[in-house]
């Protein structure tokens, strides 16, 4: 059942967007993703992702100011929704229920070698 | 506070990012471009920042940013095309006038927009077929004396010059082409004839490596090596031995030279200025004329026909060549006052270029192409016009197929569909027509254009652009405004002129049509008058009813003068005279001569006319001092005219009586006994030239027979009997000499046929496209016209309210062309030495003409609606 669907590009976005929390627009994310996880961010594949999110109903967006540098393009913000915390959430709790059931030994022989 | 910023990103990669991005979110990734762009730049330049932002533009190019397609996308056209073509069908069924009046005007300009194409293409593919055609170069002369003149041939030891004295050639040939070759075979005891206009051409072997044209049978190397040895062409080898084998037979060149055949050429294509069909070898050419064959004498002057063609190396520049060439003018004529430059003109150019005997000029090629557009986009501009009138009656369809669904785009594409079908019945019709009418065209105006459509790929290709240009061009605008219509006017009556719109555009159509139109006529009238001027006026000679013989054979002058007096005793021959040639003649030898025993030579062209003392009275010339020359067998005495009597710098004619010419590097020398008045040597487009007449017998090649009309008809078969026994290896031929003369304006009479025809259809489709308008403006005014003869109007008052309207279009067009007229015409004339004054009755002419043609065509659709009952025009609602 795909109930709460996040790849895992889309997981970091929307992971990101809650970090920077109401600061969130499509640069400062990338620059926030390049400087955290060094590793670069396509402005598409960004896009892509946000637009995504957004469809799914992760994500609701708004317009905000325009400024100089932008020359004269407004900025466009990111919130997390409801189902989109719920995706999140989801996200994560599956994710710790598959560390848990790991058993403990694997990490034990793996360092043995 | 900070300026405002304008960042500037690669113009191209932003625009094409506009392109495609899905408008909801543009503006937010523009912005995040544009952020990053100048963060970059700060960080590490711009050139850095601008390939940074082409591989954003480049990496956003992807599913969910692109703007989604739209929805009325076709998934399947077939049905709506076939709708469409039957719609449209159904339309111009009924709507036959329409239809007829389109068609027919769009056939006919593409129709001459084909004919032209393919005529240009002819000529522009003039002798392409030949390897390295980039390299080969044919050398020809300038003659500096008081003047330039161009000569395509030069002097005959050049060639050979050339090639032993410098590297520059990698092949280099000569050729000289005698025209008008007699040609005879000797079969058993019978002897045919035969005339080769294109003649016979004595030709170095070299000339086949230089041109593309390959031997059939013969060796290339060894064919035309020996004296006596020719090649000739399939159909020449068809003419003379018919299902013979060729090689090893003989052929007689003026009874004197025979020649051997040892090689048959393929026949040469179409488009090619290399003519002759006879191919005799250089080395023979001593026996035929050892002036021109010899080393250095030739070098004394040039003969026409004496052509030198050179293959040059790579990389050898012609200037370079050209440099190099002018020491052979200080080396062999180094007092000659007649200053030689040899130049290297290009293949390529040989066809266009006028000055050396080109056959059409690349402007000719341009003003025709030009003519073939404007044609074309009169057709065009009526279409529109007609198209958009029509529109009314299509404005219910439209209405109710918007209320059904359909989208601008879908009903746009439907009329550009429509105008798809009429353009294609256009171009069949077309096509038809110009096939049928080539023959016809070619036969006016001395062309040989061939259409092959099957397998010629680049008019098919013309024919299929044409289609779609046409189409776009004409349906374009009309569908544009059928497709605006909003539903609810379109449903709920007639949208009226201000829906529509455009009608100042469509006056605007109208202007430009009757301005080209009255460009063309202008034209028209003063080439005709021009013409008229040429061949009326008073020539300084008698041209009517005299009739010029080739002498023929080398029989000797006592033979000559033999026939000369039995041609005179036949009955309705008024008078002969044995001569060169007829005062204005094609034919013409140009010499430089000293006068009064001077050693300088003059430093200008004289033309030598040869004559015995029957000349004057034969062509009726007038003497304007002093007597004529008395009969002679050699040079004793000389006659000259007025232009060289002002040109050797004399007061009067008197005062040249008594002095001495020498002339022909020193053969001739003579006192000037007489000097006629002046007289046309050369067509209008040339000053009368300095001629001197004299009795040297070598050169009475015409017998100038002047007729009595009466007689005529008796008169030319017996001449015909008394020279065919004089002569009988020979052909007899004649000319009248008013026909020749006419040939000198052979150019212009092959224009004024074109201008005429183009003048015809550009006022015919101008017609078309008047009609169009006023049947919409009628339409438009019913009621109008209603009411006013319910007031008291009469048919007259009526009429001229439109005529005013339309005469007032008429007059603004020829407020444009008049000028425009007066301007080409006059650089027309400029060809001319001697030209008509462009008169105000040829514009009034032209205007007047316009004026009552555009009024009947008026007139017909106002009288219609004007005597119709105005009960009837006011009680539609």
């Known amino acids: 059942m795909k109930k709460y669907q996040l790849g895992e590009f889309e997981e970091i976005v929307i992971l990101t967007i809650a970090i920077l929390n109401n600061d969130a627009y499509s640069v400062s994310i990338k620059d926030e993703i390049e400087s955290r996880l060094k590793r670069t961010v396509s402005m598409g594949a960004l896009h892509t992702a946000l637009k995504r999110l957004e469809d799914k109903g992760y994500l609701k967006s708004h317009s905000g100011e325009a400024t100089a540098e932008r020359a004269g393009r407004p900025k466009q913000y990111f919130e997390i929704t409801a189902l989109g915390k719920k995706a999140m959430r989801y996200a994560k709790e599956t994710r710790d229920e598959l560390w848990s059931a790991i058993p403990k030994t694997i990490f034990q022989i793996n360092l043995a070698d | ?877």
């Open chain 2, 1 to 877: 506070m900070k300026p405002k910023y304008t960042p500037s990103p690669p113009a191209l990669f932003l625009r094409f990012f506009r392109a495609y991005c899905n408008p909801d979110i543009q503006s937010y990734i523009e912005g995040d471009l544009f952020e990053m762009y100048e963060r970059r730049i700060k960080q590490s330049g711009k050139r850095k920042a601008d390939i940074r932002f082409i591989i954003d533009v480049l990496l956003l190019f992807r599913p969910g940013i692109i703007r989604p397609t739209r929805i009325t996308i076709n998934v399947n056209n077939y049905n709506m095309l076939r709708s469409y073509a039957k719609i449209g069908w159904r339309n111009l069924a009924r709507n036959k006038a329409y239809t007829t009046i389109n068609v027919a005007g769009l056939a006919l300009s593409m129709t001459c927009g084909i004919l032209i194409f393919t005529f240009v293409k002819h000529h522009l593919s003039f002798d392409n077929f030949h390897q390295n055609s980039g390299r080969i170069y044919r050398i020809v002369t300038e003659l500096h004396r008081d003047g330039i003149a161009y000569r395509s041939s030069v002097p005959s030891p050049l060639g050979g010059a050339f090639r032993n004295d410098y590297t520059f050639g990698e092949k280099v040939a000569r050729v000289y082409t005698e025209r008008d070759a007699l040609i005879t075979i000797k079969d058993k005891n019978e002897t045919i004839k035969f005339k080769e206009a294109d003649g016979l051409a004595f030709t170095e072997p070299e000339f086949f490596d230089i041109f593309n044209l390959p031997l059939i049978q013969g060796n290339k190397k060894t064919a035309l090596t020996a004296p006596n040895t020719a090649v000739v062409t399939e159909a020449i080898a068809k003419k003379y031995f018919g299902s013979e084998d060729p090689i090893g037979q003989t052929f007689w060149l003026s009874n004197k030279i025979a020649f051997t055949i040892t090689g048959i050429l393929k026949n040469f294509p179409q488009n090619t200025d290399l003519r002759a069909g006879i191919f005799a070898s250089y080395a023979t050419l001593i026996s035929y004329d050892r002036w021109l064959a010899h080393d250095t004498d030739g070098w004394g002057g040039i003969r026409d026909g004496m052509r030198c063609y050179t293959l040059l190396q790579p990389n050898v520049s012609p200037t370079e060549v050209e440099s190099v060439l002018s020491a052979y003018v200080k080396k062999y004529r180094p007092t000659s006052k007649n200053v030689h430059q040899y130049k290297l003109q290009p293949l390529a150019d040989v066809h266009f270029n006028a000055h050396y005997g080109g056959a059409i000029s690349k402007q000719k090629l341009w003003i025709l192409a030009v003519i073939g557009s404007f044609l074309l986009a009169t057709a065009c501009v009526n279409f529109i016009n007609l198209a958009t009138a029509q529109a009314l009656k299509r404005s219910k369809e439209v209405g109710v197929r918007k209320v059904l669904g359909s989208v601008r785009t879908q009903l746009f594409w439907q009329f550009i569909f429509e105008t798809a079908i009429i353009c294609a019945i256009g171009i069949v019709t077309a096509i038809i027509l110009a096939a049928a009418i080539v023959p016809y065209a070619n036969n006016l105006f001395n062309t040989d254009v061939s259409i092959n459509l099957f397998s010629d790929r680049l008019l098919i290709g013309f024919i299929l652009a044409l289609w779609i240009v046409v189409t776009l061009l004409a349906g374009y605008y009309p569908a544009l405004v059928l497709a605006k219509f909003q539903p609810v006017t379109a449903l709920k009556g007639k949208p009226t002129q201000q829906t529509l719109g455009g009608f100042n555009t469509r006056r605007t159509l109208i202007v430009s049509q009757f301005a080209i139109s009255q460009v063309l006529v202008i034209g028209m009238i003063v080439i005709i008058n021009q013409m008229q001027y040429a061949r009326e006026s008073d020539l300084g000679f008698d041209k009517e009813a005299i009739v010029m013989i080739g002498a023929g054979g080398d029989g000797n002058i006592n033979g000559k003068e033999a026939l000369k007096t039995e041609i005179a005793r036949i009955p309705g021959v008024d008078k002969v005279s044995l001569c060169f040639g007829a005062p204005a003649s094609d034919n013409d030898w140009g010499n430089s001569i000293r006068f009064d025993n001077s050693s300088e030579e003059v430093n200008f062209r004289t033309s030598i006319k040869s004559a015995d003392a029957d000349y004057l009275s034969t062509f009726g010339l007038e003497l304007a001092a002093g007597k004529n020359l008395s009969p002679s067998d050699s040079v004793r005495e000389m006659l000259i005219n007025e232009v060289m009597v002002s040109k050797l710098g004399l007061k009067s004619p008197e005062d040249a009586i008594g002095k001495y010419i020498t002339a022909d590097g020193g053969s001739m020398h003579a006192p000037i006994v007489g000097v006629v008045k002046d007289f046309h040597d050369k067509s209008f487009h040339e000053e009368i030239s300095p001629i001197l007449i004299t009795t040297f017998t070598e050169d009475y090649i015409a017998y100038a027979v002047k007729i009595n009309m009466a007689n005529a008809t008796s008169a030319l078969p017996a001449i015909e009997k008394v020279w065919a026994q004089q002569n009988p290896d020979n052909i007899f031929e004649y000319t009248f000499l008013d026909e020749s003369i006419a040939q000198f304006y052979e150019d212009e009479d092959t224009m004024l046929k074109l201008i005429k025809t183009f003048s015809f259809i550009s006022i015919f489709i101008g017609c078309l496209g008047l009609y169009g308008l006023v049947s919409f403006v009628v339409n438009q005014k019913t009621k109008e016209i209603g009411i006013r003869k319910i007031l008291g109007c009469n048919i007259v008052d009526i009429l001229w309210i439109f005529w005013k309207e339309f005469a007032r279009l008429v007059i603004i067009a020829f407020i444009i062309a008049a000028p425009l007229g007066w301007w080409l015409m006059h650089t027309w004339l400029q060809n001319f030495k001697f030209q008509i004054h462009l008169s105000i009755w040829f514009f009034a002419i032209a205007i007047g003409g316009s004026l009552t043609i555009a009024l009947l065509t008026v007139s017909y659709q106002v009288i219609k609606a004007a005597v119709a009952d105005p009960v009837k025009a006011l009680r539609i609602e």
